[in-house]
């Protein structure tokens, strides 16, 4: 088995299409796909859900993936004479509404595999930490990035792709978005954070009728006003905790549901940081851990 397939496995996962990874690795689509079934041939179970539109990752390409990233970060390093080792101190930014999420694993891993290496965290919105990284203030952030593609300065890798949805009230007996919107306010997120500037362009798009708007910059604020009946409003899935405190009807968009995607965002100049490198698998770690655990919540 090539070390190709791996890294392309890897790509896969990151971006979440063939598609992605064919972008992502300079192959074509059908080249990405011939590698995965040549990687199920020798594994000898299958490694993703066909039975959609899209291939999905199972459990054991996640498996396979965290088995093996080590591994390659380690062969890499060897062959370009490094130690292995990786000490120094390494900053992070994580938007506040994944660090409960991911954090855990991030430093979980780095204490097992890098022990050696300071973690030093910063949390905020995307814009403040993506702006941290370009001042080189931080090395590396999880942020939001802008459906724009974002700053050509900064090395993107894609970690996690989420769906907007329509937080609704408890009793709301609806079943339409645009019925929705007529009948409540609709409660923006920021219009200049990314999720804010998508749901703006997905209303735009999609409803023609509406009633007052409020904005906040809060997203469990309007979780929680959202569940005492003021209004409707477009996020993403909100956490168990917040569901928990805040109940609310989640109505799924359907296929022309905003996709939010959050991304590493790094300086290209840091291509070759080892520290860097540590914190992205660490990351890329913790969030496949993350989307196994949610596939079975």
Not at 72 to 84: E, I, K, P, Q
Not at 153 to 163: A, G, I, V
Not at 187 to 215: C, F, N, W
């Amino acid at each position: 088995m090539k070390l190709e397939t791996f890294r392309t496995l890897e790509a896969v996962l990151q971006t979440g299409t063939f598609a992605g990874a064919a972008r992502q690795t300079n192959v074509t689509p059908s080249a990405v796909s011939m590698q995965m079934k040549q990687l199920e041939r020798y594994m000898g179970k299958p490694l993703f859900d066909r039975s959609g539109l899209q291939a999905r990752p199972n459990r054991l390409a996640h498996e396979v993936a965290d088995t093996l990233r080590q591994a390659m970060h380690d062969l890499a390093a060897l062959r370009a004479g490094h130690s292995v080792a990786v000490e120094g101190v390494v900053r992070l930014g994580v938007i506040e509404s994944l660090q409960a999420a991911l954090l855990p694993g991030i430093i979980r891993f780095l204490r097992e595999r890098h022990p050696r290496l300071e973690l030093r965290l910063a949390r905020g919105r995307s814009a403040s930490l993506t702006a941290a990284v370009k001042a080189g203030d931080l090395d590396a952030a999880l942020v939001a990035q802008p459906p724009t593609g974002g700053s050509a300065r900064l090395r993107w890798t894609p970690m996690l792709r989420r769906e907007l949805v329509l937080l609704a009230p408890p009793a709301a007996s609806e079943n339409s978005v645009v019925a929705l919107f007529r009948q409540y306010d609709w409660i923006r997120y920021d219009r200049k954070t990314v999720t804010g500037e998508l749901s703006i362009q997905y209303v735009a798009a999609h409803v023609r009728e509406m009633r007052g708007t409020l904005e906040f910059d809060s997203a469990p604020a309007i979780a929680a006003l959202v569940s005492a009946g003021l209004g409707i409003s477009l996020l993403q899935m909100p956490d168990a905790t917040t569901l928990q405190m805040c109940p609310v009807r989640v109505v799924k968009l359907g296929r022309g549901a905003p996709v939010l995607t959050l991304s590493l965002a790094a300086r290209k100049a840091d291509d070759d940081n080892r520290l860097v490198d540590a914190a992205r698998q660490a990351m890329q770690a913790s969030v496949a851990t993350y989307q196994r655990q949610f596939a079975g919540s």
